[in-house]
């Protein structure tokens, strides 16, 4: 009897299929569809290799034509595990196929794209403007050459690593991800990406006020901003970044309205004599 020969994904595929998602993960994007065609990009490459029958390629494939979606960055962890999963299946394994693949996608995504816009949109990704912000000062161009660099070079490698690793992990790393660690590092991070925005909007957000109260001599008896940094110093700036946060994330507005808004506000402001062009920033 012939023994049947191992189906093993080569070094070559694997980086062709990271690299599809890395540079075509928003492939012909939509609302409908999202990341499915992106994800279909990078199983590609190991579709051909793993499968020589068409039949088989084309019943491979439609495995990722299902809705796909979550943190582009962190996700690239399920495109890994999923290229494990395959070479699995093609060589026969008898808990895995269509169905468990697709399982394990869908059961992904929302806690993946919890840790990931936690950790990398609200931690990672502040922490590196701060850095840029600080190094622009004075009209330097090091800050954006810095944040340019820096951030494509965390993306790669750190993607690249993910992949990999969980394509050695396949399904085991399901369990972390879902269970009661996954659940205790989403908490964490989250709280760490608000302390992280909190800093940044603290250090670089400045409100105030040039609203003055006059005597009939032409004195100022009351000066608003300086008795509202007696009392809270920096609240305008608070209750500005809190509304905000309050209108995109309870009311579910755009962060351009928002922008928009406040540039009414700021307007309107300046013409009442509320705010200084200067001091409102």
């Not at 980086?15 to 990009?41: A, R, V």
């Not at 940044?200 to 100022?220: D, H, I, P, Y």
Request: aromatic fraction near 12%; include cysteine; proline fraction near 3%.
């Amino acid at each position: 009897m012939e023994k049947k020969v191992e189906r093993k994904l080569s070094k070559k595929a694997l980086l062709k299929s990271f690299h599809n998602w890395y540079y075509g993960h928003l492939t012909c994007f939509s609302q409908e569809h999202m990341q499915t065609f992106g994800y279909l990009c990078a199983m590609l490459p190991l579709v051909e290799e793993l499968y020589k029958d068409e039949d088989e390629k084309a019943k491979a494939v439609n495995t990722y034509t299902a809705f796909f979606n979550t943190e582009p960055q962190l996700g690239t962890v399920i495109v890994g595990m999923t290229a494990g999963l395959e070479e699995a299946r093609a060589n026969g394994a008898d808990d895995v196929d269509e169905e468990t693949i697709n399982s394990l996608r869908a059961g992904l995504m929302g806690p993946v794209a919890g840790i990931g816009d936690s950790l990398i949109v609200g931690t990672v990704i502040p922490i590196l403007l701060g850095i840029a912000m600080g190094m622009s000062t004075g009209g330097s161009p090091l800050g954006a050459v810095f944040y340019i660099l820096v951030w494509n070079l965390f993306a790669y490698f750190g993607m690249k690593f993910l992949y990999f690793k969980g394509y050695r992990l396949g399904g085991k790393a399901v369990d972390f991800l879902i269970g009661a660690q996954g659940e205790a590092l989403r908490d964490a991070v989250s709280t760490l990406g608000g302390i992280v925005i909190g800093a940044v909007a603290a250090t670089w957000v400045s409100v105030k006020t040039s609203l003055q109260l006059f005597n009939e001599s032409g004195e100022a008896y009351l000066v608003l901003q300086n008795k509202l940094d007696e009392v809270f110093p920096g609240l305008l700036t608070a209750a500005f970044i809190i509304v905000c946060w309050f209108l995109m994330a309870k009311k579910k507005m755009s962060p351009i309205k928002v922008m928009l808004l406040l540039v009414v506000v700021a307007f309107i402001g300046v013409l009442v004599g509320f705010f200084n062009p200067g001091l409102a920033y």
